[in-house]
């Protein structure tokens, strides 16, 4: 790890302010900031501690919905009875992602911000734009096979990892940020995270120093909640392609992991019925390699599997 | 062992073997800021600020002064001298580190030691001794839950600590109805998968684990 300094903020604004500067970096659980610390692809001058500024409850909102605090961790989302109850898709994304010490530590805000998990941003050694703008990507032509194949560009095909965005994305969650002149904004989760473009090195809209103080939750849905993950092992890996649905009275809401830079819901693909007319609307101007192409084929059997259970 | 006096045990440690042999330029008291744009520069230990922590480590409260770069694992292993707890991947996918922090378990290599200041921290020392086993140690040595036993370590503070995440009712990938939690051995083998063991002890690791639920109902 290359030297850092660190300091223990009290208060969002504080940590909002302390973090002004580009070379400084939020930490919460530090679950992947930390590791990717080790590897010298994270390189932060100062860390601002964000755990002890009172944002670890969950509360309901005047609309019937519940306010998470961004540094309410993952295990005690997944476990809090409303959440269960209400957004069991929320629950089973977040159940479904890691191993339980990582879920006793990850945060709300943090699973938003994690880094993807391509091979080559990790490896220092190879060319990746979004380590190091300008280098090239070695992916494509590379190890792709659970890269990206929707919205991906020249420069970047990473997947965002996170299996919660994914569920939160079923449920038009909202972010709400401070920055560092302590203004505060509210994102809808559908802009908060980018596609690669040019500028994958950018992944969210937020601005430097701009803190995550909660993710907010509309009243819920009722209906069938899943969360269906396909991956290499059954427990403790990153998802091949993962289906979050929320089916209703009315309401069809379907959202895809392991797809894209960020969580892949096409709105218009919900007015459809069949799971074939669904997932050719989903994955339209799909761009695979070789070695992801399975993922189309993947996706919409995974999609047909949710539905029938669903509709059960 | 634990080091009741709660003293730094040794007067050099492997750290500063390391350091000492591998730095050929010590950047001298610029700031920790201005390193970082300096990547073939080998940083001096003595040239970083370092801070006060203290750990409440199987009980016992210890001051220490470190770089905020030290892992809680490092902080324990290194400046305590609790060196049960393992370093296998260093990269939160072995469990080899886990420690239990304040009642949860953690991989102790994906956090600061800085981060928890004031913190009760439990490795295997804190759990039992030699003369005195936890029922979760003595239940792995019955079982043979282990043959190499580097993972060992981590497996019985991640296996105790997971009981405890049953009883409390918190659900896992594999619990059906949400809303309600009971043990199984799909349950366990699930809620463990953060430990892996290179021998491959699992079969004998979910048979020590389901002795001890089965002695705690």
Redesign the interface.
Known sequence: ??????Q?AATPAEAAAAARTS?ARF?A???NL??LM?QQVE?????V?V?HLGLDRIEPTSEGGLRIGALVRN?DL??D?RV??DY?VL??AL??G?????R??ATTGGNLLQRTRCPYFYDTSMPCNKRKPGSGCAAIGGFSRNLAIMGVSEACIATHPSDMAVAMRTLDAVVETIDPAGATRSIPIAEFHRLPGNTPQLETNLKVGELITAVVLPKPLGGKHLYRKVRDR???AFANVSVAAVVADGIQRLAFGGLAHQPWRVERAERETRPEAIAEAVLAGARTTKQNAYKLRLTQRTLTSVLQEARA | MSNPSGTKPFTITRRDLVVSGAVTVAVGSG???A??SEPKAK?SRAS??T?PVELIANGTPHRLTLD??V?LLDAMREHLNLTGSKKGC???QC?AC?MIVNG????SC???A??H?GDKVTTIEGLGSPEDLHPMQAAFVKHDGFQCGFCTPGQIC?SVA?LG?IR??????V?RD??AVNYSDEEV???M???ICRCAAYPNIIAAIREVHEGNT
């Open positions: 790890m290359r030297p850092f300094t660190y223990r070379g930490i659980g530090g679950t930390l590791d080790k390189t932060p001058s100062h860390l501690d755990n295990t997944a476990a009875q269960r109850r069991g629950s089973r159940l479904a890691a191993s339980s010490q990582l006793n530590k059954s427990s403790y | 700031s920790a800021h390193q970082t940083v970083q600020p801070m905020p770069r892992t260093d990269h939160g469990g886990t949860r378990r953690i991989n994906l956090t600061l800085v981060m200041d991640s997971m995440e409390d009712g918190i659900p896992s990938h619990t949400l809303m083998r699930e809620r998968s953060g430990n």
